[in-house]
């Protein structure tokens, strides 16, 4: 006796709604978050020990506040990596966008206090290290769409 069984074929899919990694998003967020930490501060402190006056109109700027600002930043970006894990048909492009634009626009400030042309540069220098960082790693983990 036969059988005949009925062919079937598999037609292959992407699945775009999950993440590339099964690590959870804050414990990238906070590994990245403290490697861009020390990476700021080493910035700051490297321009300080070149001689680079890390002050505005007159204050100075203290070291250990690049850590807790880019610390900040980093539960920023998790806090709308999250929403945007949420909401946006298409998580990763919304966050990498977003999070660039944000960037651009936390430079502005750098440029208008009353500092030497050193002083803001590091400045930048800090924001630009900090992004390079943190958002490449948190968008990882975010999904290339929902839909």
Known sequence: M???TPATTAIP?????????????????ARAGVVAAVATTAVAAGALAAGVPLEISGEPIPVAS???????????????ATALRRWAARPRRTFT???VALTVLSVVPDLMPDAAV????????????????VIPAIARRLAEGTR
């Open 97 to 99: 966008a977003a999070t």
């Open 66 to 80: 690049f850590a807790q600002l880019t610390l900040m930043g980093a539960a920023l970006g998790l806090l709308l």
């Open 2 to 4: 036969t059988t005949i």
């Open 118 to 133: 050193a002083t803001k540069a590091t400045l930048v220098a800090t924001h630009v290290v900090a992004a390079a960082l």
């Open 13 to 29: 899919t992407t699945d775009t709604t999950s993440p590339v990694s099964a690590t959870p998003l804050w414990r990238s967020t």
